[in-house]
């Protein structure tokens, strides 16, 4: 099934507690289904155009996380942690009015665990996929030490040098040693990155998700209590990064077959951010998950 002419969305906003919460809504006043709701973390509401489009039989909403994009954080120097994502995440289910399914992506599929833990009547169906939980992987200690350091170098360089920081990590395959986590980061330009620093340090992920969402450990006993279906996802063709490899430690936490998508970590993206993956087939995959 390929994409349909996008619907266009209606764009709201929704004051929170330290934020301005800016969410999309692309209607569909005949489905009898819940409304699909897609997240990412540092990824907006940017980031799912393609996908959208591939359900317009059914409503569908995204979001800009606060800190990223449209949506503002009230003070950007506190701590923008797992569950006060997962607390936005809810007060736009109620808004919207729930329960939804809900397709979680990256560090969204982190924020959706901690919703459904917290609230677990506002998800039917949660699909996570690849969630960077350094904190279950076996090589727990040095993931979250390079997780770490990636955040320090952030704070110490900049952007530029922080996201080529990050590309070093997320590419890596295996297993993290001690002397991985200590590697120096890469020159910003092998990535294409700037080199200068100006001086900004409110980069969602690099200052606060590469922190707090890989380091945060979910309730699984409230999760397998919960009423919700939780499907984990991963990418085909990611197998050994630590996104992927955090799915399967959920998944064997929550004693669930991890399901393979089409493609690698953003196998959903159609051009969105300069990205594209495999969108016909994870969308279709999706779809087939979601209905099961």
């Known amino acids: 099934m390929t994409a349909t002419t996008a619907i266009a969305p209606e764009t ?22 819940p409304p699909l709701f897609l997240i990412g973390s540092p990824m907006a509401a940017g980031g799912f155009p393609t996908l959208a489009g591939h359900f317009t039989d059914r409503e ?9 994009e449209r949506s503002t954080a009230h003070d950007p120097s506190k ?39 917290k609230y677990p009547g506002d998800v039917r169906t949660a699909v996570a996929h690849e969630p960077p939980l350094a904190s279950l992987v076996p090589d ?6 390079a997780n770490r350091a990636m955040h320090e170098t952030y704070q110490r360089s900049g952007w530029g040098a922080g ?3 990050f590309m070093q990590v997320v590419m890596h395959r295996g297993p993290f040693t001690a002397e ?13 990155m700037p080199a200068g620093d100006d001086g900004n340090r409110s980069d969602l992920m690099l200052g606060h998700n590469v922190v707090w969402l890989t380091s945060f450990e979910p309730d699984f006993d409230r999760l397998r209590a919960a009423p919700t279906r939780i499907v984990i996802g991963v990418g085909e063709k990611s197998n050994g990064e630590l996104a992927h490899r955090g799915g399967e430690a959920v998944a064997q936490r929550l004693g669930l077959e991890p399901v393979a998508f089409p493609g690698d970590h ?23 998950v979601l209905a099961a």
């Open 60 to 68: 569908v909403i995204t979001y800009d996380p606060r800190g990223s």
């Open 140 to 145: 727990r200690e040095h993931a979250l030490a």
């Open 180 to 192: 991985d986590a200590a590697a120096p980061p890469p020159d910003p330009a092998t990535f294409g």
């Open 12 to 33: 709201r906003t929704l004051e929170v507690p330290g934020a301005t919460l800016t969410y999309d809504i692309r209607r569909n006043e005949a489905t009898v289904q």
């Open 163 to 165: 996201m080529a920081h």
């Open 79 to 117: 701590p923008i942690t797992t569950e006060v994502q997962a607390e936005d995440v809810h007060r736009i289910i109620e808004e919207v009015g729930g329960p939804v399914d809900l397709f979680a992506s990256s560090g969204g599929a982190v924020v959706a665990l901690a919703l459904i833990a």
């Open 266 to 288: 953003g196998g959903f993206l159609g051009g969105e951010y300069g990205q594209s993956g495999e969108p016909n087939a994870f969308a279709a995959k999706l779809r087939e």
